[in-house]
């Protein structure tokens, strides 16, 4: 109300001057809450289908949970290793969604289902090289220094976790296609769909249930590929019949396979080496805590679930906004990119900046929830309030990865973030854990220089990087023409 009646007054003392100043703040005002609801509304079905996603881990380690500390670390270490293993598929299916996006932004959509048969290829080449490479990974875990009863269940974990590595990567082409396209609710309905069957199939194969044989550690390896399976042939069909429907309304793709593949990898391979060098130096972090002992590495492994689920919201806002911003460079729309960066770095502040103080005041309740070993709650409660301070630059950094990568400045965000995650949180891990003896705590204070850092270096490269030239040259461009 103040502010109507001082845009009134404003306009009354100098009219000619201010009403057009007005108009174009109204405009803009108008136009940022629209971009606002946009990113809602492609973020909260991504974030749901993460959830579900993050709660088949989640599951995993709250069943485990009973078998002991030795098998919850097993199952944590085995699942690092995974994702390590998984890093360049899932970095390569970015490659998927930009090249969508900007295809949509050009008035090209008929070239989208090129790219998902792309990243489908590459989903399941790579999924069946896991698969052969991590059939008995007992002797890895042994000679990283992992103790002979944790290595026993990370292998067991792994073995049967591992059938299902084509099946993921084939799911996680899919859902950056469809995501691309505006369609996130197919992949939150088939994550959270997937999540039910694999909190069944966990709960029947870890303790012997419902008829099923009681297998442990590698009953949950085993329920959690199943799911992934029965996900990737839904969410396959789902995709391949949306690409019928739209071949009867649009123009033949002029994209080839073997370009689509080509462009694919251009642009996602330099996303999965920095995907795969932040999970390495990860891997080297956990297996830094391992030698620490089971108890430092069980209470990482359960402040690390509380996290994930914590990240989840910003980590969706930042792939909504590696769409949009896709869209509008494609489109040749510089302002309306720089929309996009200001709105998403709002939500994703304001509900990482809620997660911190839900870490602050319920740290040990959380870490209950997950066991009750008087070893590990204490420790964890107190990883969880280290969490508590980077959450907030965390939601800013993974907006700023997702903002660059969707104008194209992936080898930057490689660089960048490879350099300062390998010197905080590995090297932070063996100076402050190690040496000076702080344990878990030490490396998790290398979690706050990462973010803090790669925050200040990604925000500049926002603000001053090479592809606004890039992008006012090709302005000029067209309008010379």
């Known amino acids: 109300m103040a502010s109507t009646r001082f845009s009134r007054a404003i306009t009354r003392a100098h009219p000619w001057r201010t009403r057009g100043a007005l108009r174009r703040v109204h405009r803009e005002q108008s136009a940022q809450r629209a971009t606002r609801r946009e990113l809602i509304t492609l973020a909260a079905p991504i974030a749901a289908a993460m959830l579900g996603e993050s709660m088949l881990g989640i599951v995993d380690t709250r069943l485990v949970g009973a078998l002991g500390a030795e098998a919850l670390a097993g199952v944590g270490t085995a699942s690092v290793l995974m994702y390590l293993a998984y890093a360049l598929g899932l970095g390569l299916m970015r490659g998927v969604k930009v090249h969508t996006a900007y295809a949509i932004g050009e008035g090209r959509p008929q070239d989208a289902p090129r790219y ?133 309304t649009t123009a033949p793709s002029a994209l080839s396979l073997r370009e689509a593949v080509a462009r694919v990898w251009r642009l996602g391979a330099p996303t999965g080496a920095h995907f ?127 903002l660059l990568r969707g104008a194209k400045d992936v080898r930057f965000v490689a660089i960048a973030g490879t350099t300062i995650a390998w010197i905080c949180i590995p090297g932070l891990t063996y100076v402050l854990g190690r040496r000076l003896h702080w344990g878990a705590t030490g490396g998790w204070w290398g979690f706050v220089a990462e973010t803090v850092i790669a925050t200040i270096v990604l925000g500049a490269r926002w603000i001053h990087g090479p592809f606004r030239r890039a992008h006012i040259v090709g302005t000029q461009t067209r309008a010379k023409l």
């Open 116 to 248: 998902a048969q792309a990243g489908a290829l590459f989903g399941l080449g790579l999924g069946a090289v896991i698969f052969a490479l991590t059939r008995d990974a007992t002797r890895v875990f042994l000679w990283l220094g992992v103790s002979p009863a944790v290595a026993r269940s990370a292998a067991e974990f792994t073995h049967a976790r591992a059938f299902g590595a084509p099946a993921m990567l084939l799911v996680s082409a899919m859902v950056q296609s469809r995501q691309a396209q505006g369609d996130s609710r197919s992949a939150m309905i088939a994550g959270l769909a997937t999540n039910v069957v694999n909190a069944t199939l966990a709960y029947a194969l870890i303790h012997g249930a419902l008829g099923a044989p009681a297998l442990g550690v590698s009953g949950a390896g085993y329920a959690t590929a199943i799911a992934e399976w029965i996900e990737a042939l839904g969410l396959l069909a789902y995709v391949a019949r949306c690409a019928g429907q739209q071949a009867r």
């Open 276 to 402: 795969f060098a932040e999970n390495l130096a990860f891997t080297v972090f956990t297996l830094l805590l391992g030698a620490m002992g089971a108890a430092e590495l069980a209470a990482h492994q359960l402040a690390l679930s509380a996290v994930r689920v914590s990240f989840l919201p910003g980590f969706a806002v930042a792939e909504a906004a590696s769409v949009l911003v896709g869209r509008s460079l494609g489109r040749g729309q510089l302002s309306e990119a720089d929309r996009v960066a200001r709105a998403a770095l709002r939500i994703a502040l304001g509900f990482m900046g809620g997660c911190s103080l839900v870490f602050v005041l319920w740290s040990k309740p959380i870490a209950r929830f997950f066991t009750q070993d008087s070893r590990v709650v204490p420790l964890a409660a107190q990883l969880l309030l280290i969490a508590a301070i980077f959450q907030v630059f965390d939601g800013a950094n993974m907006v700023l990865r997702g």
